[in-house]
């Protein structure tokens, strides 16, 4: 990797029917301490994802419940769920009534047909569609937007190109990765008070199809949209927001006004894009709950004003010519330093002689300060 890579610990408060086991299918991710006042909250960074849902080996299933579908496994000791992942199915079979979780992961599903959720449109609480072979056109209205009671839909690893949101205002978790979303309904999202976190890395998302898309969603903490093709922050961003990741766009300007709508973001890394010094308003990133601030592989060409607040800065692989101290700390004392902890200037024309005599005060809590 090309930095420390810092990605937050979560809590999943799980419903009291799941079944005790866990099963997180990982790719390249580490841990970090995250300061967000929620229970449940997942949060997906530039490479890899978790896969958070609950999910208990075929092996451990045991004896199979009679109301299920025959493709499938419903635990005796756990009736609400339906495991038919890694079956190689190419359909959605007709849910029982009584099913709450729904596991079809890892198979060759092409199509969802109408009626299949018929007879749990208001209890299906979890559904898992990763790693199938679905397109948009091929979700039969009358599916998917029955579900008025959802919690969480993961439809990662497919094929859709339009997104397909269900009408559940109980929705607190989506997750559309790895799919070639370029268009995403507007109002899909109006009235979900719960939603917290929203997952749409790697996809081909414009600035326009997100403007307005997440206004007064008042629990949205988290939006991903890594390894997509936006040029500038979408407008409409909640306040509520804490973790806004666009890593791998085409951003090439931040507007004065956009960080100061987001009074509780901490976490915001746009590595990766086509920032300039001219491209970034004085002071734009000087906001006071700012924590961790990624602009790395961009085209800088000096430290850009930070708050005193800030604690992880990362800046590697710019243009930097010059480390002006003032852009951390307006001034030394006994009580104002900077909080950094971390800061990244490899791969620039800066190296550690060019560190400001004065520095040493401002910097007292810097563990890491890193030049080539």
Not at 92 to 116: D, R
Not at 156 to 161: D, K, R
Request: hydrophobic letters at 35%; charged letters at 20%.
């Amino acid at each position: 990797m090309y930095r420390d890579i810092w990605l937050f610990s979560t809590t999943l408060s799980l419903p009291a029917d799941l079944p005790s086991h866990t099963q997180r299918e990982r790719e390249s991710r580490a841990m970090f301490p995250l300061r967000i006042p929620i229970l449940t909250m997942l949060v997906c960074l530039t490479v890899g994802q978790y896969y958070d849902y609950d999910y208990e080996p075929a092996s451990q299933l045991g004896q199979s419940s009679a109301n299920c579908a025959p493709e499938c496994v419903c635990p005796i000791h756990f009736p609400t769920a339906m495991y038919c992942d890694s079956r190689n199915l190419k359909f959605v079979p007709t849910v029982p009534s009584g099913i709450k979780y729904l596991y079809l992961q890892n198979n060759q599903i092409k199509e969802i047909k109408a009626g299949v959720f018929d007879n749990v449109t208001a209890d299906l609480r979890w559904l898992v569609l990763d790693q199938n072979q679905i397109t948009s056109d091929k979700i039969a209205k009358g599916s998917i937007d029955k579900l008025t009671g959802l919690n969480k839909l993961f439809f990662s690893q497919n094929n859709l190109t339009e997104a397909v949101i269900p009408p559940s205002k109980s929705l607190d978790e989506l997750k559309m990765m790895q799919n070639q979303l370029t268009k995403i309904p507007k109002g899909s999202f109006n009235g979900m008070k719960n939603l917290t976190s929203v997952d749409f890395q790697h996809n081909k998302l414009t600035t326009e199809s997100l403007n307005g898309l997440f206004k007064n969603l008042n629990s949205l903490v988290s939006i991903d949209v890594t390894h997509n093709k936006l040029k500038k922050l979408p407008s409409g961003l909640p306040s509520s927001l804490e973790v806004f990741y666009a890593d791998h766009n085409e951003i090439t300007s931040i507007a004065s006004g956009d960080l100061k709508e987001l009074p509780k973001l901490a976490y915001l890394r746009l590595a990766y894009n086509k920032l300039t010094d001219a491209s970034i308003p004085a002071g734009v990133f000087n906001v006071t709950n700012l924590m961790e601030l990624d602009l790395s592989y961009n085209k800088l060409k000096s430290i850009p004003e930070v708050n005193e607040q800030l604690e992880h800065l990362y800046l590697q692989v710019n243009q930097i010519n010059k480390f002006d101290l003032a852009s951390i700390c307006k001034f030394s004392g006994p009580l104002n330093y900077s909080r950094l902890k971390h800061l990244r200037l490899d791969g620039n024309n800066i190296t550690h002689a060019d560190l400001p005599d004065e520095s040493s005060s401002c910097l007292r809590q810097a563990s890491d300060i890193i030049f080539d």
